[in-house]
């Protein structure tokens, strides 16, 4: 079966179920021999199911659901298969990795990080830069990351990628060059430079000192962003999701949804969460924050909650960050980590 039937059997299972005996609408479509997971405890299972437009008329047997059948219905045998409730993601971030970055996710070992790393580099030679995305430190001895690893094998161009959570990267020296970081640097606000102990900095960049790299690296065009973002719709919709949110929406982030809205590409409901702060982003550059919000900043949520309504896009929430990740060590805590520190709040204290 086609990730595209999938998830049609997933997104229609989100209705309420009504009987087969009382079911009489036309049909446009009938799913037939399968397994219905009806989410009633009276009656978990059933064979079939019966469809008109976006909404589920009937589940029931096989032959129940037949003799709702019209010569224009559309008949699609499920040959066993399960179908279930649409899954939901609360936590997304579009649009997504880029098309041209290295996939780190599922590594397991220092390895085959740099395996990965390295087939990418030869694969695309072009690429002035090469980063990537969703390694863990467990595959790192220790568990501890260093620009050494990334140098051994990729020293000629600059290299940065993210962790699986996003709230820190390894960079390679080529790259810790080009953003002029020294053992001299101070740590920037909101941010914090792993440094060996003579100060040379590792090539681990926590929180808001991730800027001093991404500042160097070329920006994806908007067209490389929106086909990005409509490759991973698809990896979504093909794992059975229907509706999912976005965690942090920018003014970037909000055209590319609008731009998929109106080209009638989305494939799940999409919610969606501005941050809170309209100049700063998520939290205040410095701690604390520097002037209200004004009448006009809520007026623009209130056009948003006024405009999006969905069902395919709608604004949900608005979205703050009051410390970083314990991937990272930067989540705040009373007590320091193994290792020290205890974190990185993002706002000063107000009592």
Not at 259 to 266: D, F, P, Q, V, Y
Request: proline residues 7%; glycine residues 8%.
């Amino acid at each position: 079966m086609s990730y595209k039937s999938l998830s049609l059997f997933a997104l229609l299972m989100m209705v309420t179920c009504t009987s087969a005996q009382t079911a009489r609408q036309h049909a446009d479509r009938i799913f037939l021999n399968g397994k219905i997971w009806t989410e009633d405890d009276a009656r978990p299972e059933a064979e079939a199911l019966a469809v008109s437009g976006d909404k589920i008329l009937a589940v029931g047997s096989t032959d129940e659901i037949k003799a709702l059948a019209s010569p224009e219905t559309v008949v699609v045998n499920l040959g066993g298969r399960l179908v279930v409730p649409g899954f939901q993601d609360t936590h997304m971030h579009f649009p997504g990795p880029s098309v041209d970055e290295v996939d780190l996710d599922g590594v397991q070992t220092l390895q085959e990080f740099q395996r990965r790393l390295s087939d990418f580099a030869k694969a695309h030679p072009s690429l002035p830069w090469i980063t990537g995305h969703g390694w863990a430190y467990s595959a790192f001895p220790n568990q501890t990351v260093d620009k050494k690893y990334i140098d051994a094998v990729i020293s000629d161009r600059p290299v940065y990628v993210s962790e699986r959570d996003g709230h820190m990267g390894l960079a390679n020296s080529k790259a810790i060059q080009i953003a002029g970081v020294t053992r001299n640097t101070p740590d920037p606000p909101n941010g914090h430079f792993m440094r060996e102990p003579d100060g040379e900095p590792t090539g681990e960049f926590k929180e808001a000192a991730q800027g001093l790299i991404h500042r160097h690296i070329p920006p994806e065009s908007a067209d490389e962003r929106y086909k990005a973002f409509i490759q991973h719709m698809k990896e979504m919709a093909a794992a059975g999701l229907t509706s999912v949110q976005d965690a942090a929406t920018g003014t970037d982030i909000l055209s590319l949804l609008e731009r998929g809205e109106k080209a009638g590409a989305l494939k799940v409901r999409i919610h969606f969460s501005p941050l809170i702060l309209p100049k700063d982003g998520g939290y205040p550059r410095n701690h604390k924050l520097e002037s209200p919000l004004t009448d006009a900043d809520l007026a623009r949520y209130s056009e948003l909650r006024d405009r999006f309504k969905g069902p395919l896009l709608k604004f949900q929430s608005i979205k703050g960050f009051l410390d970083g990740t314990v991937d990272a060590r930067t989540a705040a805590m009373f007590e320091p980590y193994v290792g020290g520190g205890t974190g990185i709040p993002f706002w000063d204290r107000m009592i």
